[in-house]
Every structure is written in structure tokens, then in C-alpha cells.
């Protein structure tokens, strides 16, 4: 076959391959449907559940003591409730926070390169922007401020 005609049967194939998975069809191979991998191993659709994806408009419950404390480790003008949003619980938030301010990472930066608010993404987060630091430890000493910060705050 010359070139003309594979990228022809290539085509049919990828479009062929993209309408299965479009119409939701079980069948062998391909694409699957639209909640499962793709070509390539490229999802085709989301394959977030409820229990993994981040809430990203729910605010933590976090007292006024606690957000004093965060607009100290934060930059002016900073609002703790607002910036809560999409972590998980009031630890994670406050660990992350914690590192943001000893590493000196910018709060935003740190937050948007966490998938979710977890103690495991803090530790990645923060390898991805401190390559040059021990993310286990840095991840460890924020979370164990955070407890204290909380504990303070009751």
C-alpha cells in the first residue's frame, strides 16, 4: 500500500473507533466507552468518581482563631474561607498552607498543582516545585504545624 491509502484506512479506522466509543458500545477493542481509557491510553471522557474528584466550591469550616492565623501565613489580603475551597478537611488546607509558607512557594502555585487536597499530592506538589528538597519531610513538618495550628485554635 502506498502512503495515500494507509493514512486513508487509518482515518476510517480512528473515526470508526471514535463513534463506538461515542455511541456507548461495549464491544472488543477500541475505545471503549466513553468513562473508560481511550486510544492510546487518552481518556476519551472523565473518569472522575464523586469520591475523587475535589471540591472545588465547598469552603472548610475554619474558626476565626485559625483564620487569623492563616492571614499571618498568608499574603495580605488573603481570605483562609476562600482559599479553602477544594481540599478536603481543615488539616490538608491548613498542612498546605504551612508549606507553601516555609518553602515559600506561592499558595496559588502549590494549590493549583495538587490534584486534590491530600497529604499525598502536598508531597508531589511540592517534589514538582522543589525538586531540590525532601518532599516526604516537607509534607510531614507542614502537616505536623497544621495539628498544632488547629489545636491552638480551639
Known amino acids: 500500500m502506498n502512503a495515500t491509502k494507509i493514512l486513508i484506512v ?26 473508560q481509557p481511550g486510544i492510546g491510553g487518552v481518556a476519551l471522557g472523565s473518569t472522575d468518581t464523586p469520591e475523587t ?5 465547598i469552603e472548610l469550616k475554619i474558626n476565626d ?13 488573603s481570605d483562609p474561607h476562600n482559599l479553602s475551597k477544594g481540599f ?8 498546605t498552607v504551612r508549606a507553601s509558607n516555609n518553602l515559600k512557594i506561592p499558595f ?6 495538587m ?24 509534607a510531614k513538618k507542614a502537616t505536623e504545624q497544621a495539628k498544632e495550628d488547629i489545636k491552638e485554635s480551639k
Open 65 to 77: 482563631k485559625l483564620a487569623a492565623k492563616l492571614k499571618t501565613l498568608l499574603p495580605e489580603g
Open 88 to 95: 478536603i478537611d481543615v488539616k490538608e488546607f491548613v498542612a
Open 53 to 57: 474528584t475535589r471540591p472545588k466550591d
Open 115 to 138: 490534584a486534590d487536597g491530600s497529604s499525598k499530592e502536598l508531597q508531589k506538589a511540592i517534589h514538582t516545585l522543589k525538586p531540590d528538597v525532601d518532599p516526604k519531610v516537607e
Open 10 to 35: 487509518v482515518g476510517i479506522l480512528f473515526t470508526g473507533t471514535i463513534l463506538q466509543a461515542q455511541r456507548g458500545s461495549r464491544g472488543g477493542g477500541g475505545a471503549g466507552t466513553l468513562n
Open 108 to 113: 496559588g502555585e502549590l494549590k493549583h498543582t
